[in-house]
Structures are given as C-alpha cells and as structure tokens.
DNA sequence: TACATTTGTGACAACCTTGTCACATATCCA
DNA sequence: TGGATATGTGACAAGGTTGTCACAAATGTA
C-alpha cells in the first residue's frame, strides 16, 4: 500500500514516477530490477521512494495492482450478453487485449512479465491470482458454451480451458516469430508491442480462432 | 568452454560438480543464479570455480550445452520413420520427452527455464538457438504432412507450426493444473516433475493430440 | 510574519555479488 | 626420494543492492 505522502502527490508526479518503476519493472525481474535505476531516471533522491512505499515489494504490488486495474477497465468493456456466438466474443476479447496494449504499453508488458517471465520467490506467493482468476472464467464460458452446443461436452473441460488460455497467451509469441523485427523495435523504443501491425494481428487472431474453433467443437 | 582442468576431473567430481550446478541454474535466473551457493553446496573453494570456467556464463554455456546435448541423446532416439502417422510419432516424443524428464530432471528443469523464463540480457544472445531449431524442425514436418494429406493445406504453415510447439510447451502447465500438490512435492524434493504421474500424463497426451489432431486435419 | 507540518535529500550501514591472485596442497613422474 | 606440474584455497578489491535516518527545504496555517 502506497503512503499518504505519495497519495497527496500533484497527478503530474505520481504519473510520473508510476511510469518510471513500470518501465523498471517491465524491463527487470523483481530479483534484478533496481530502484537505484528508478530514482535515477527521475532524478529524485532515494529516501523519497521509501517515503512513499515501505519496501521494493510494496512498490511492486502496487504496479500490479494498478496495472490489473487498468486492463480490467479495458477488458470488462466487453459485454459476454453482446454477442451470440461465443467465437465472436472470445475475438473481441482479442481486440480489447490490443487497444489495452496501445493505451498502455507499460502495463501490458510488466504485466506480461509477471505472468509468464516472473519466477522470483519474493513474489511467487503473489502470481497465481491472475491466472486462476482466468481459469475461472473460461471455466465458467465452457461449461456454459457445452450447454449450448458450441463446444463438444466430449472434451473433458479441464482440457479445453487449458487450449483456449494457453493459444490466447502465445498469440504474442506467433506475432513475434512473424513480425520479429517491428517487435524487437518496438519494444526497445518502448513503444507499445503491437503498435502498427493492428491488422495483421487481427488475420493471426482470426485463423487462429478458427482453429480453436474447430478442435473444440 | 570449460578448461583442462576440469575435464580432467574424476568423473565423480566432475558430476556432482555439474550438478550442484544445474541445480542452482534451474532454480534461479542467470542473474540471480549465485556461484557462492553453488560452492557452499559443494563444500569446495570459490577459486576452484574460476579454475574450471572462466566466467559464470561460461559455466552457464557449458550447462547449456550439456543438458541440450542430454534431450537430443533422448529424443533423437524416436525415428519418424518408424511410425507410418505422424500423430502415432508425434506422441512418442512425448513419451520420450517424459523419459528424459525421469532420467534427467535437473537438466529438463534447467531447459524449461532458460527456454521460457529466462530473460537477463547477459544471455539473451544465446536463447534463440534452441526455439527456431524446433521450429525448423516442426515446419518441415507440418510441410510434409500437407503433402501427404494428414494436415490441411489451407492452415498457413507458421499457424499450425505455432499451433504445435505452443501445445507441445504448455502440457507441463496442464499437468501442473491438474496434479498441483504432487507437482510442489516433486520440485521440492529435487524429484522429477512428472514422476509418479506417468499414467496420467499419458492420458492428457492423448486427450490433447486428438484436439490438435481434429484441429489441423 | 512565524510556526507547524509535510515532503525531499543523500551519506551511510549491512549485505550481497563476481572475479583475482598469491599461496598451499596434492598428484604425477623420473 | 625430489622436483615439476596440476589442483585447491580463501582473503580481497570493486561494484552492486536495499532500507535508514538525521537533516534540509518547501509548503500550509494561523
């Protein structure tokens, strides 16, 4: 939890300094990434970082919090009762992912660290939430879609969440093995991960949907 | 490269030398990896270390190439010819895959990490190697099965590679869903991860073959 | 203006890391 | 046995890390 002081802080500061240990943390595991750095590249004194969060793992909680918040305001735009056809809804899941991702690279890429880079002790009690929140919801959409007839009750459930958040989490890597460079660039430049390649990222989301698709049905 | 001096070594030494070593390496990144604990565990002098390699990652290429030489001693094993469906052979890399993880636990830990949550840039340089080789590998095979008509040929070949490996990859996690408790055990006791759950493996193996199976086709 | 409260500072201690090197010991060979 | 070579040792330097704390500056308040 933050303090007071950094609570009372102008919105232009805090901003700020949200960016900076962001960018740290997005860049470096928890273990290596350094707070020396942090304060550095804003040019304010150490004391103040421990002025406004009590510890490094005080500091990354709150990014990760903050950083769920914000994705969670993207995704939970999307409305399950909007769409028919499960398909049709899991794509704009899709879609929602990039605009998160192009509204705010930083988050989307320390988020993409702590869920599948991240494998320091101090943390670990803290990253299964997110995951087994997900879990939890393509449980849900499932059991519901075998109801419906949209998804083969013959596949053991179990098996069919793993399918569907496993292809939805290596999206990021088949983008990456066909557009290698822009990614590399990107991300060095510190640009969002996607960045130009929207529509390209729509036909992979797409074929790939088809895909999943058809194994489940 | 690892200097005369250490493949001097007795056997003996040289083993649990490697060992200690993996050990460490599988479970810590390579920047939070510490030699001090490597050789606290050996009970040996840090100097000994620098005698042996002439750096960490020096000591960390030699790991990697020992383990990697380890999986292909184990996998190259399976001959596609062998099988006349290709789905019949692709499983049985599975089976070897569990063979090696049973036979050489250290080093499947090792690769799983330097394969999916490594990230210090002190060795990125070195990670490509292992991913795009695979990749060769499976994008031949995905060519050849259009051909013979087991894959069908509208699927762009990247997408059902990607399909592939990314599947291939993420069974550990389904398995790890599944069996939770005994997975925890295992690492804890320097088991291997798989162990007693053969069977079971064996079973989402099949389950998940017939969904990418029904995929492709 | 004068005082109280909040915010900012950076030297510092304590602890880690890697790689070195002069020295000690063990092993081999004649 | 004696001398050369190979192997083992651990204190040490140089650099990094986090969290602290007495103090300075800025801001709010009366």
């Given at each position: 939890?933050?303090?007071?002081t ?5 919105e232009e ?8 240990a ?6 470096h ?12 590249e ?18 990354w ?13 993207v ?12 398909w049709?809804?899991?794509?704009a ?20 660290r702590?869920?599948y880079?991240e494998?320091s ?6 990253l299964d939430?997110w ?9 849900h ?15 053991p459930t ?7 958040i496993?292809m ?14 822009n ?7 510190g640009k ?5 390649n ?7 989301v797409n074929?790939?949907i ?8």
């Amino acid at each position: 939890m933050p303090t007071e002081t950094f609570l009372n802080l102008s919105e232009e500061k805090r901003q700020r300094f949200i960016e900076a240990a962001l960018k740290e943390f997005a860049d470096h595991n928890y273990d290596t990434a350094s707070v020396n750095r942090i304060i550095k590249e804003l040019g304010i004194a150490r004391g103040s970082v421990y002025q406004y969060f009590t510890d490094k793992l005080d500091l990354w909680l709150y990014l990760k919090e903050y950083s769920e918040q914000q994705k969670m305001n993207v995704i939970q735009s999307v409305d399950r009762k909007a769409f028919t056809n499960f398909w049709d809804y899991y794509r704009a899941l899709f879609t929602q992912g990039i605009h998160f991702d192009l509204q705010h690279p930083l988050c989307s890429r320390f988020l993409y660290r702590i869920g599948y880079k991240e494998s320091s002790k101090e943390v670990s009690n803290y990253l299964d939430g997110w995951k087994s929140k997900a879990k939890l919801m393509f449980t849900h959409w499932v059991e519901e879609e075998k109801e419906a007839g949209t998804i083969n009750p013959s596949i053991p459930t179990e098996l069919a969440v793993h399918f569907l958040i496993s292809m939805s989490t290596s999206i990021t890597e088949l983008l990456q093995n066909k557009y290698e460079v822009n990614f590399d660039e990107n991300f060095k430049n510190g640009k969002p991960l996607i960045a130009s390649n929207i529509t390209e990222f729509q036909l992979a989301v797409n074929e790939l949907i088809q895909l999943l698709a058809k194994a489940l049905t």
